[in-house]
């Protein structure tokens, strides 16, 4: 049976380039803090892997501003964890961020709720873009932090970054992107964004699970989430992960690399995909931004058609494909995120998102175009919802 994997941004496969590098780094076991020469060669390996990862993200050549942790999830915590600690301090405390993050940024804010700081969750309009004016109303002389994720995960809408930070700004507030799923595929610069931190994770970007990123600017607030040793100059406890760290690093080189190709390739099969799925399949309704959204995200809805149902159908022909995102399947409620662009539980309950990588083919495509038709005419016709 064929395997097509499409669920790239749940995660990505090593490149093979990254799985080489790593083979040889398994070597590299000392402890990075340790005084001796193996020690600080391991070290040196590791400064390295942060240059790399700060010229991904466009920031001046500054390896102190990255901090590694163990992915996108802690780098997003420790920024909420920061601001937390800086509101109970007094002055600013409130939080401005939007209603379809991912659910570590959803749930730290509603962490910070409910320990009493006014959170503001933005709505967005039907391609799942921020209202800028609704932004500029939502921020004041209390706001504390700005937070909006570059791209989404799930519908892929790229949100107007430069704007964002602006506003934030204007505001006198700190300015956070999510820009897990945004490194990689789209150009991403931290001075452009004028953005006081960043979050990246490595998985997503053909690199190994386990570690990731927060980049913060120069004289930004930062209070560690772990405490413990003086590793990352205090900002983050704990032995370095070597083997992950030097991955992150040649993970970021061939981002950087690789981004006009990579962005190419996946949009032309991303734009065959789509455009086979509407002359193919009546009824359909492509979510996201028609034009800003990352090159490599198709999420679609099928009226009339369980996602969960058209998951298993495909899985079965060998499709990996999501419904909403990963970290939220095995979850009945519908995708936060289809519900606040207002399609609705049902079109949201009937909805897959189709996520593109480097190694998707034009025969990936050609396979899904000749499986899924059937499959969606096949569950329409068993189910009592009309299409
Ligand atoms: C937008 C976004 N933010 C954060 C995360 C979490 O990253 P990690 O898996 O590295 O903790 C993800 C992963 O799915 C994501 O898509």
Redesign the pocket.
Known sequence: MKNVYMDY???TPLHPAVAEGMKEDLSVYANASSMHEAGRRAMARVERARAQVVALVGAAADPERIVFT???????NTVFATMFHLGRRGGRRGIVTSSI??P??LNAAAWLRDEGFPVTFLPVDGDGKIDLDGLRAAVGPDTLLVSV?A???EIGTIQDMRSIGAIAKAAGAYFHT?A??AVGKVPVDVEEWGADYL?L????IYGP??V?ALYFRKGAPFEPLIRGGHQEHGHRAGTYNNLGILGFGTAASLAREELASYASHVGRLRARLRDGILAAIPKVRVNGHPVEVLPNTLNVSFPGAEGEAILLHLDLSGIRVSTG???ASGSLEPSHVLMATGVGPELAHGSIRFSLGRDSTDEDVDYVLSVLPPAIARLRSMSTVQA
């Open positions: 941004n749940a995660t163990s992915g996108g999830s802690e780098s997003n993050e991912h570590c940024v994720m791209a989404n995960n999510d897990t799923q979050t994770s490595c998985h997503k699970k386990g990731g995102s990963a970290c």
